[in-house]
């Protein structure tokens, strides 16, 4: 990286806003925590990727930022998709695993052993809920989110769609789905505050541009265990 660029990257650092957040998982916190494996920071800690969760599901798709967000949604919609909770993932077994191998590479990387592993990704399904989907007419998964609610946030720990399916805005639906689950899991308990979406600045441009359409924004952090 060039030294003008690093000083910009320093400088953008130092110009995100701090929050303190709790977390009542205390793996996650374990793993937030942790010291970066190249700096001296904590693993999540700088440039955490937030979305400020909104006072109603409908505030969220509203205004000029959300264009792409509600285009793909409708997208999504008019291709015969629907957000639905997936009270049994198992039962989609063989949709999961069309998913995860639909495309061995992900945002330059292969795809992990875990997601190509019929038992592994049984017991994952067995274990992990809540998980969102994007369902056709015939039921069948196109698209998957897995929101792991912790305290103060609501993490998204995966979100994959199925090659065919990502041109038709199946990520978009899935979020906007989800993040209305969550406003009203936060107008039921008061929690979560946010979601988190891993981190903002290590992300590909095509990651970033998501994060950006879908109004996350980057953040420092730190994390309190509850």
Not at 197 to 208: E, H, M, S, V
Request: proline share 4%; glycine share 8%.
């Amino acid at each position: 990286m060039h030294l003008r660029a690093c000083k910009d990257l320093i400088a953008s650092f130092l110009k995100l806003p701090k929050l303190t957040l709790s977390l009542n998982d205390r793996t996650l916190y374990n793993y937030f925590t942790r010291r970066h494996r190249l700096l001296l920071i904590p693993n999540k800690s700088v440039g955490v990727a937030l979305l400020q969760l909104p006072s109603d599901g409908g505030e969220y798709l509203a205004g000029s930022s959300k264009q792409a967000l509600r285009t793909n949604c409708r997208k999504a919609e008019r291709s015969g998709l629907r957000f639905a909770v997936i009270d049994r993932p198992i039962d989609y077994l063989s949709d999961f695993m069309l998913i995860h191998t639909s495309a061995p590479i992900r945002q330059g990387r292969e795809m992990a052993a875990a997601y190509n592993d019929k038992d592994l990704v049984t017991q994952y399904l067995l274990k992990n809920k809540p998980i969102y989907g994007a369902v056709d007419a015939q039921n069948r998964l196109h698209g998957y989110l897995h929101l792991i609610y912790a305290g103060e946030v609501a993490v998204i720990n995966r979100l994959l769609g199925h090659h065919d399916a990502l041109g038709l805005g199946v990520m978009y639906l899935l979020m906007a789905g989800a993040v209305e689950e969550a406003v009203a899991a936060r107008n039921k308990t008061g929690y979560p505050l946010y979601m988190m979406y891993d981190t903002y600045f290590g992300a590909k441009p095509g990651l970033r541009y998501f994060k950006d359409r879908t109004g996350f924004k980057p953040y420092k952090v730190k994390w309190r265990l509850a």
